[in-house]
Nanobody, 120 residues
């Protein structure tokens, strides 16, 4: 059992910044990769950024240079710092965690999603 709670979404003007947080809790033995995805109305859910336990990162081309993903393993939390926001960044943002539970199961877990709206 792993649950993810997201926070930090909201309304911001173009050029502004937001910081998303996602805290994992439950029967966690080890967290491997953590990431953020987003989905705009009528669009598919796309990868935004990922970070491994070794702090290796990967970003979608559309956000590279503007967004930064980080993690705090002591808090089982992943963050997404979003700078220079554009209207096209408007979407529901979901966090994802790949984790092994104390029961020995490996799996992927999703947060509930948080709305990010960027006005022009």
């Amino acid at each position: 059992q792993v649950q993810l709670v997201e926070s930090g979404g909201g309304l911001v003007q173009a050029g502004g910044s937001l910081r998303l947080s996602c805290a994992a809790s439950g029967s966690i033995f080890r967290i491997n990769a953590m990431g953020w995805y987003r989905q705009a109305p009528g669009k598919q859910r796309d990868l935004v950024a990922t970070i491994t336990s070794g702090r290796s990162t990967d970003y979608a081309d559309s956000v590279k240079g503007r967004f930064t993903i980080s993690r705090d393993d002591a808090k089982n939390t992943v963050y997404l710092q979003m700078n220079s926001l554009k209207p096209e960044d408007t979407a529901v943002y979901y966090c994802n965690v790949e984790a092994r539970t104390w029961r020995g199961n490996n799996g992927n877990y999703w947060g509930q999603g948080t709305q990010v709206t960027v006005s022009s």
